[in-house]
């Protein structure tokens, strides 16, 4: 192993400018001239827009122009990336999404209008001088309500507020009724996934800039995937021809699924800087962010699971409620059907599954894909049903899934939500928590915290993920308009020292130190000699940017292609230098040489040579040394898991402590284990949060009552235990050259249902038959529980 | 507009302000510090966190005409002289205490007021001191790790299986 290579727990470098306060966000950005947006937003949830009278606004000090939806009625609409057919074969209704809402608002949050001034707070009090009429309407907010009311609409050509009725596999449908119904034991569970804000630290934030000497505009703006975003601006919203529009996505200060998507925000700054000839700025506030970023979750579900008697399944069914809110975002069909619906057999040997979905509209904020995207909303309602079923058949939680557990020879198996997984072992990660989690010591932690008059519980879950958001071909044929491959450019400069351009996007995840370790892996060299440079269009290959637990399997995997063409150049060069053939040539450590002989070059010769080719045979060799990959895997990455947590519950307050998580992963190869444990304790520290504090509360009304971080519980550092997380169970990845799963989003999918299970335990334990309780699992919720049982 | 006066990391500064300027966006826009970050409109994230004549305060939480005369540190002003991280900071980067870097110039400020205020706490002590400093990225293992370094105290091992960190490139 090189030092420094593959494998190496090196520091990540990109830390010494965030930690001297020199990183480089969105806002750090003010050009000279910069004038600034504010937004007119929607108070109320659904209404009419009668009239937007803008006269006195326009002569507010400091005002320089003002934008309604009326500017923005010709131009297109903000897509969804996924197209999703209904049972019947119809394909789901797909709403225009416009820059400014135009005719009727549709969340509270919704932008009406946007006033451009000199300075925030001159634009700030210039929205409060729009004067607006907006004739109220009933508001759309529960999902059965919505799906059962024919006249109140959010769209008002969609009675019935249902944008698709999704089966999954639909031909099992049958097949799986029919099993259910002969089984000799079936466990009914019904629960919720609560809607989550994901509240990325660094609100949202974005410059509009154009050039009228070239006509060319600029975007810098909080994303994660600077490349998606343009070409949603440029292909659907604004037509804005691709090459006159860059788009950077800065340091960004985390992402976790809300920077993916286009808002209309980035639209209008970039309207507003062409008409003004000004670089026009909009910071999002909190309040801001709670409003209009794309939310989580919010799934209401049924799932029933059919067994033998000895705990053998037989059969998974779901049906489920999926909220998208008012608007599709641009990934929200695909987040509760393919990246929901075909993991929901799980690690599982069951034969039979049936996932129904369908998908609401209501007058909420839309959702999205947040952190592990329909993947924690496929574990959860398995993972909680499991432990219900072992719980009435009086099986141990932890024997229950071994017993259903697909086996290490089984490989490539065929899972019956229509998936290949390509490697796993999960009793080896069982084995690992069991190890790790010292779950013989269990009893006795417990006798000790009931001397203390806590009770105490165990939960545990395996989950598995489909990641390394990909393979372009499979997403075609599940609806995806997009391909989901990545890029990279390895320019290896005259004085040896090397560029990487990559697709993807760091915002957290350490790609600047992460991806040099597999050049310099490859190459012999200095990683310190490697430079990663990501986030803008007009530097970059075209990449699809991070998320999905994507970068390393994916964007990885094409600088590791990108390299790999890079050897093959340099291996001709050298062979030119020693005068012998390529084939005859060896390359390791950074030196090219011929067995055998003395010959050899060193790898700084052959790249100055690249660039000084005075004597190439130039119809063999081009001069230069640079490559590019485009890389688009096979199938998706499978990482997988199993985790373990204990709980004390007070019995007399209902206030729950987690007070051990851990968490044993098989990632595939790890590049760095620093990185990955870190984005482990990220993703867990989420789950944590999402299982027993965070609640985003719409009231019948449509109004959002966790709209700050006094109403929204974020986990913060004294809620949370040690998190300890052990990735040292490897199958390698089958089909990318690193053999690498993908860690991202790990800890988010597997927590929720370990503590809820670990809750219910301590419950059960304490003489409390408690079937289930929704998340968040809160105080109240948790007394009131304990009082009824 | 007023025009304050700051001692701003050892270096006399005066700023243009409206009454209603924050303190936090006089250092951003007015001095061009941006390395303070804002995070929420409700003091409560501490992505902000300043030191004001030597106490940690939430710059979001103050206006700048009252910070007229203090003497103001911030993330800028906390490495060695000689340009190298100073040892809170070094801590964070050698056990992971930072992810996307946003809270971290708040953490960091928390992390100095903590320590000099409690030179050895323990892990209860330091979780409950981050109350005031929201991060969405670590899980905050990686941050009490770093502060338990900072601190000369033992840190517990990630994993058993995990190689021991090395030096940045
Ligand atoms: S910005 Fe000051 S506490 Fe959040
Ligand atoms: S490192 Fe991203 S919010 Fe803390």
Redesign the pocket.
């Known amino acids: 192993m090189l030092d420094g290579g593959i494998g190496t727990a090196t520091k990540r470098r990109e830390d010494v400018r965030f930690l001297m306060g020199r990183g480089k966000y969105t806002d750090d950005h003010t050009p000279a001239g910069t004038c600034y947006a504010a937004f007119a937003r929607s108070d109320m949830a659904h209404g009419r827009i009668v009239s937007i009278d803008a006269a006195a606004a326009e002569g507010m000090p400091g005002v320089l122009a003002v934008f309604t939806g009326a500017d923005f009625a010709d131009v297109g609409s903000n897509p969804a990336g996924w197209l999703i057919n209904s049972r019947d074969g119809t394909p789901m209704y797909e709403p225009k999404r416009p820059v400014l809402a135009h005719g009727k608002v549709r969340h509270v949050g919704d932008a009406y209008a946007a006033v451009i001034a000199e300075t925030r707070e001159q634009a700030m009090d210039a929205v409060e001088a729009l004067e607006v009429e907006i004739e109220p309407l009933d508001a759309v907010v529960d999902m059965a309500a919505a799906l059962a009311d024919g006249d109140n609409r959010v769209h008002d050509d969609l009675p019935g507020n249902q944008c698709f009725d999704w089966g999954w596999i639909e031909d099992n449908r049958e097949a799986t009724a029919a099993a259910i119904e002969a089984a000799p034991h079936v466990t009914t569970l019904e629960l919720v996934n609560n809607r989550l804000v994901p509240n990325a630290i660094e609100p949202r934030c974005s410059i509009g800039e154009y050039d009228p000497g070239t006509g060319d505009y600029k975007l810098t703006t909080t994303s994660q995937n600077p490349h998606l975003t343009r070409l949603l601006i440029s292909a659907f919203v604004l037509g804005i021809p691709e090459n006159k529009l860059t788009v950077i996505g800065p340091d960004v200060g985390g992402g976790f699924g809300s920077k993916i998507y286009h808002y209309g925000e980035e639209a209008l700054v970039l309207s507003a800087a062409k008409r003004l000839g000004r670089p026009v700025k909009w910071t999002a506030t ?1 309040s801001e962010a709670f409003l209009t970023d794309a939310h989580g979750r919010d799934h209401v579900t049924r799932i029933e699971l059919a067994c033998e008697t000895d705990g053998t399944f037989i059969a998974f069914r779901t049906e489920t409620m999926a909220n998208v809110g008012a608007y599709l975002s641009n990934f929200s069909t695909a987040t509760p059907t393919f990246l929901h619906g075909t993991l929901m057999a799980g690690n599982y040997t069951v034969p039979n599954v049936y996932v129904n979905v369908k998908a609401v509209f209501t007058n909420t904020a839309p959702v999205d894909a947040y952190r592990g995207a329909g993947r924690p909303e496929a574990t959860y309602s398995l993972e909680r049903v499991i432990d219900k079923c072992a719980r009435e058949l009086g099986i141990d939680p932890i024997a229950i899934r071994r017993k259903n557990f697909i086996q290490p020879d089984q490989y490539p198996y065929a899972s019956a939500a229509g998936l290949e997984y390509d490697s796993g072992n999960y009793d080896a990660l069982m084995d690992v928590l069991e190890r790790r989690a010292d779950l013989a010591g269990f009893e006795g932690r417990r006798a000790e915290s009931e001397r203390r008059g806590k009770l105490r519980g165990l939960g545990i879950n395996s989950y598995i993920e489909a990641c390394g958001i990909a393979p372009s071909n499979l997403v075609g044929q599940l609806g995806s308009r997009v391909g989901l491959y990545d890029a990279a450019t390895v320019r290896v400069n005259a004085t040896g020292n090397i560029s990487v351009m990559v697709g993807a996007h760091s915002h957290g995840q350490g790609h600047e130190t992460a991806f040099p370790q597999i050049v310099a892996d490859m190459l012999g060299v200095d990683p310190a000699t490697i430079e990663i440079v990501h986030g803008d269009t007009s530097k970059i290959p075209f990449g699809m940017g991070t998320y999905g637990s994507r970068s390393l399997a994916v964007c990885g995997s094409a600088v590791h292609r990108a390299t790999e063409k890079v050897i093959v150049k340099a291996r001709k060069i050298a062979a030119h230098m020693m005068s012998v053939s390529a084939d005859d040539v060896d390359f390791a450590d950074g030196q090219f040489s011929v067995p055998g002989t003395n010959k050899f070059v060193a790898w700084g010769d052959v790249a100055l040579k690249a660039y000084i080719p005075h004597d190439f045979p130039l119809e063999e060799i081009e001069p230069g040394l640079e490559e590019t990959a485009f890389y688009d895997p096979a199938n998706f990455t499978y990482p997988s898991g199993a985790y373990a947590c204990e709980v004390e519950v007070d019995p007399e307050t209902g206030v729950v402590d987690v007070v051990s998580m851990v968490a044993a992963d098989d990632f595939g190869n790890v590049v760095n284990p620093l990185i990955v444990t870190g984005q482990v304790q990220g993703g867990l520290a989420q789950g944590i949060g999402q299982a027993l504090l965070e609640q985003t509360t719409y009231d019948a009304d449509g109004q959002l009552l966790s709209a700050s ?1 006094m109403d929204y519980a974020m986990p913060r550092a004294d809620d949370l235990p040690t998190l300890v997380v052990d990735h040292s169970s490897v199958t390698e990845c089958t089909h990318n050259p690193l053999g690498v799963k993908g860690c991202g989003e790990a800890g988010a999918i597997g927590s929720p249902p370990t503590v809820v299970n670990a809750v219910i335990d301590a419950l059960a334990r304490g003489g409390h038959d408690v079937a289930h309780i929704d998340m968040p699992l809160t105080p109240v919720r948790v007394w009131t529980a304990l009082q009824q049982a | 507009m007023p025009e304050i006066s700051m001692r701003v990391n050892g270096t006399d500064r005066t700023v243009r302000v409206e009454n209603r300027t924050l303190l ?1 966006h006089a250092l951003r826009d007015g001095l061009r510090l941006t390395g303070t ?13 300043i030191h004001v004549d030597g106490a940690p305060v ?4 103050m206006l700048a005409v009252e910070a007229d005369g203090a003497e103001v540190e911030t993330i800028e002003g906390q490495a060695m002289s000689d340009g190298s991280l100073n040892t809170i900071q070094q801590a964070f980067q050698d056990h992971h205490g930072l992810q996307c870097g946003f809270c971290t110039p ?1 953490m960091v400020m928390a992390t100095a007021a903590l320590l000099r205020e409690n030179p050895k706490p323990g892990d209860a002590e330091i979780r409950h001191a981050l109350k ?1 400093n929201i991060c969405r990225c670590t899980g905050y293992q990686g941050i009490v790790n770093a502060i338990l370094a900072a601190s000369g105290q033992p840190v517990p091992a990630a994993m058993d299986s995990e190689p021991a960190p090395v030096a940045a490139e």
């Open positions: 909190r971080y | 936090v970050h804002v995070g929420c409109d409700t003091s409560q994230c501490g992505a902000c966190t939430k710059a979001c939480s708040g005031g």
